[in-house]
C-alpha cells in the first residue's frame, strides 16, 4: 500500500491529490488548445469542490483560483488564462511560527492554570503563618484535580512531589501532616453531582 507521507507534497493541500495529478497532466498535454481546455475543467472542479455555495462570476474570485491554477503547477503550465498570469516574485510565501502553547498545558496540565498562579501568590506571601496555610490549600486542591482526572486514590507524596516540582523546590511539604482523604473528596463530588441531576430535574 503507498501511503500519502511517500507521494510527492502537495502545494495547495485544500484541493486534494486529484486536482494536483490533473494539473501535472496537463502541463503534459503538447496540443495548446487541448491544454486550455483542460485547464478550464480544472478549475470548475476546483471551484465546485471547495466553493460550492460561493458566487462564482466574481471576478476576484475566478483571479484567484487562476493564480492558484499556476501556483499548484509550479508555473509550468502554458495557457491562455482570463487574467494575467502571475510570477512567482510577485506571490508572497508565507512562513508560519510555530505555536508555542502554555506551560500549564504540557505538563501536570490536569492541575490546572489557578494552581500555578496560587503557587506563585503563595511563595511571596510575607505573613509566615498564613503562608503554611496556603501551602496546604495548594495541596488539597491538586489532590482535588488529581482526582478529577483520575478516579483511583492517590497518595499525598504524588502531590508533594508535584507540588515541589511545580515550585520549583520552594514548596516542600514531604512528611508532614496527611492531606484530605480521597475517599472524603470523592463522596463529596458524587453528593455534587447528584445535587445538580435533581436541580436539573426540578
Known amino acids: 500500500m503507498e501511503y500519502n507521507t ?18 501535472d497532466y496537463a502541463i503534459q498535454i503538447k ?3 487541448e491544454r486550455n481546455r483542460c485547464a478550464w475543467g480544472i478549475i470548475k472542479l476546483m471551484t465546485d469542490s471547495t466553493h460550492p455555495r460561493f458566487n462564482k462570476s466574481i471576478p476576484y474570485f475566478q483571479h484567484k483560483l487562476w493564480n492558484q491554477l499556476f501556483i499548484m503547477s509550479n508555473y509550468q503550465l502554458d495557457i491562455d ?4 498570469k502571475p510570477s512567482p516574485e510577485k506571490i508572497k510565501v508565507f512562513s508560519y511560527k510555530r505555536v508555542v502553547y502554555p506551560e500549564y498545558l504540557t505538563n ?19 505573613n509566615r503563618q498564613k503562608k ?20 483511583n486514590v492517590v497518595k499525598d507524596d504524588i502531590i508533594f512531589k508535584d507540588l515541589k516540582e511545580l515550585s520549583k523546590g520552594k514548596i516542600c511539604l ?21 445535587k445538580r441531576q435533581k436541580e436539573k430535574v426540578i
Open 6 to 23: 511517500n507521494r510527492f507534497k502537495l502545494v495547495i493541500p485544500e484541493y486534494g491529490r486529484n486536482i494536483h495529478k490533473m494539473i
Open 31 to 33: 496540443n495548446r488548445k
Open 81 to 84: 488564462p482570463p487574467f494575467p
Open 108 to 126: 501536570f496540565r490536569y492541575y490546572g492554570k489557578i494552581v500555578r498562579n496560587m503557587i506563585h501568590v503563595a511563595i511571596h506571601c510575607k
Open 132 to 151: 503554611e496555610g496556603l501551602f496546604y490549600a495548594i495541596a488539597n486542591t491538586m489532590k482535588k484535580n488529581y482526582l478529577r482526572w483520575n478516579k
Open 174 to 194: 514531604m512528611n508532614t501532616d496527611p492531606l484530605l482523604q480521597c475517599s472524603h473528596i470523592l463522596k463529596s463530588k458524587r453528593k455534587k453531582a447528584l
